[in-house]
């Protein structure tokens, strides 16, 4: 499919070289894509950590389960599929 400039004058087709470049371009952002959605699922994982930090402090005594969930969390990026298909574990 052809692809155009919009121009005071109408549209004008791209060249040869301008399809390559878009397509080039296209094809670099499309290879990003899970990047992106790392990035994302980082760091809603890293929210949730953040939120249960309060359970590390020294005057506290964190339980086996929230141990467990903050461990879940950090090693949520070696799950099957991420970062496309994430499992969040759930908090106790």
């Known amino acids: 499919m052809a692809r155009f400039h919009q121009t005071s ?31 994302e699922v980082r760091a809603e994982r890293d929210a949730l950590i953040k939120a249960t930090d309060f359970y590390a402090l020294s005057d506290v005594v964190m339980t086996t389960e929230m141990t467990a969930y903050r461990q879940a969390l950090r090693t949520l990026p070696e799950q099957e599929g991420f970062p496309n298909t994430v499992t969040f574990p759930t908090a106790p």
Do not use: K, M, P
Not at 15 to 30: G, I
């Open 9 to 39: 004058e109408g549209l004008i087709e791209f060249t040869a070289l301008e399809e390559a470049a878009r397509d080039a371009a296209e094809a670099a952002w499309s290879a990003g894509a899970d990047d992106r959605v790392a990035v």
